[in-house]
């Protein structure tokens, strides 16, 4: 299915075939693509690039498809790898984690620090994070092997 061009977002590299490999969504997935492109909220004389998963409802494309800045792309790629990381080592706290310091890392960028935490103000937070921590043990394999993607093309950059 091809990605819409006319709309405000603009493509400029596709993956038109994206559910072909969303995750267990497999072969039965609405996000049909992705795209980086020129984003839809650009204004005169200001370009930014934006990431955008496309999802079709069978019918029409979804107002759901999200598009997003690519630091925040790379913010939420951040944020999952120290999360993994933070859970290979969970097993260690009664509550996979330690209440007295939810504090799980502090990741420095533009001089200031992206805090990471558990979310204690869930009042379920002892429930979820084990659902949390069983549904990444459940897909460790998926997850693992975009990573091992991503770690490759990272070295490939110089990083």
């Not at 992206?114 to 994070?129: F, G, K």
């Amino acid at each position: 299915m091809k990605i819409p061009t006319s709309l405000k977002h603009k493509p400029v590299i596709v993956s038109e075939n994206y559910e072909n490999v969303d995750g267990r969504y497999v072969n039965h997935s609405d996000a049909k693509g992705l795209s980086l492109g020129l984003a839809q909220w650009n204004d005169r004389g200001k370009v930014d690039i934006s990431a955008k998963v496309w999802r079709y409802t069978g019918e029409k494309w979804s107002r759901q498809s999200e598009e997003l800045p690519l630091h925040r792309v790379l913010d939420l790629a951040i944020l999952v790898s120290r999360s993994l990381l933070h859970f290979r080592e969970a097993y260690r706290y009664e509550h996979l984690y330690d209440p007295a310091n939810p504090v799980i890392d502090k990741v420095g960028l533009q001089g200031a620090a992206m805090t990471l935490s558990v979310c204690t103000d869930n009042e379920r937070i002892q429930e979820d994070i084990r659902l949390f921590s069983q549904a990444l043990s459940e897909d460790d394999e998926l997850i693992g092997e975009r990573l091992a993607v991503l770690s490759r093309i990272l070295r490939e950059m110089g990083y």
